[in-house]
């Protein structure tokens, strides 16, 4: 049977949400009731499959009772996005794969939208719609590939201090208007539309992204194979930002940071690496000491204490690539 779309939502205890996710799929114009185990779509045959790492909400057990259609694949450890999403690939069998995260819900006609497009592109290799925030603000999405500049200076203690600084910015595409098409370096996986064959030139995920950052280098990736990468506002996404990651902050933070000094390994070496992984562990001692001192001056010292110990974490992880096996994204 052709398929035309294979979407893939790495799940990890926001049950939910991802019934939301499931069901803005089925809301979707032109979508009929699910035929065996593909949606109809107007002229497009979908297949939906599910990765859930290991959650403990009963997640496995809502989507097999309620959406049998999707084809549901339970690791009994949690192997993260990338791992999670790698796992998923090899049952792909559409023309395109969307990376779909499961706190998200598609707006209206948003996947024909995306569809269309890439239809009547076929340079674009991987494309990326307009997100907005639950309550309609907008959600940067778009942009470039980082310099060491950047890095200092967006999500960092820097940009803390120094907020709307130019570099971030720039990271940020704030320069160009977020209501037209255009072309961009990357753009962040929580809804993520791909050309097979992309998958079949460049390969699949880096599973040394545990989580944070795989988008980025797999979209270098493909930008280095010739493929163009492409921001589309007319498909809106709402994104219920950070719902499983948000958890457990300090592996958040942990990740994150981890995922960007591996980065910068890969692609601008060692060197450069070691330099940005000192700063970054750098900033997070001088927050542990503010929240030390605020906690001795007695002002809110709960919350104090916890960020001390988040932040103590952090540094004893030293933002270093650890063989994970059970952490968390989304």
């Not at 694949?73 to 796992?87: C, D, V």
């Not at 992204?209 to 930008?223: I, P, Q, V």
């Not at 591996?262 to 000491?289: S, T």
Request: charged content about 25%.
């Amino acid at each position: 049977m052709r398929v035309d779309l294979d979407i893939i939502i790495v799940s990890w205890n926001v049950r939910d949400l991802l019934a939301r996710c499931l069901d803005s799929i089925l809301a979707q114009p032109g979508a009929s009731a699910p035929v065996g185990d593909w949606v109809p779509l107007g002229a497009y045959r979908l297949h939906v499959h599910v990765v859930d790492n290991a959650s403990g909400d009963g997640t496995c057990e809502m989507v097999a009772q309620r959406y049998p259609w999707v084809h549901l694949m339970a690791s009994p450890t949690n192997l993260g996005f990338t791992g999670a999403n790698n796992l998923a690939l090899p049952h792909a069998q559409g023309r395109y794969i969307l990376l779909l995260n499961p706190d998200t819900e598609l707006g209206e006609n948003a996947l024909s939208c995306m569809l269309d497009y890439m239809e009547n592109r076929p340079e674009i290799g991987v494309l990326g719609p307009r997100l907005v925030y639950g309550d309609g603000r907008p959600q940067s999405s778009r942009r470039r590939f980082p310099t060491l500049g950047m890095a200092l200076m967006e999500s960092t203690l820097l940009e803390q201090w120094f907020p709307g600084n130019r570099w971030a910015a720039r990271y940020r595409m704030e320069d160009r208007p977020d209501a037209e098409a255009q072309p961009v370096d990357w753009l962040t996986g929580a809804c993520l539309l791909t050309r097979r064959a992309v998958w079949e030139q460049i390969g699949r995920l880096d599973d040394g992204f545990f989580m944070y950052s795989e988008e980025l280098d797999w979209c270098r990736r493909a930008a280095e194979a010739g493929w163009e990468r492409v921001y589309l506002p007319d498909a809106l996404v709402v994104h219920h930002e950070g719902q499983s990651s948000g958890q457990v902050v300090a592996r958040r933070h942990i990740l994150f940071n981890a995922s960007k000094v591996h980065y910068f390994c890969k692609h601008h070496g060692r060197l450069m690496a070691e330099f940005l992984r000192l700063f970054l562990l750098l900033g997070f001692v001088v927050q542990l000491v503010i929240e030390a001192l605020k906690c001795a001056l007695g002002h809110k010292r709960a919350l104090h204490r916890d960020r001390v110990r988040a932040y103590a974490e952090v540094i004893r992880s030293g933002l270093r690539r650890p063989a994970m096996a059970h952490e968390e994204r989304t």
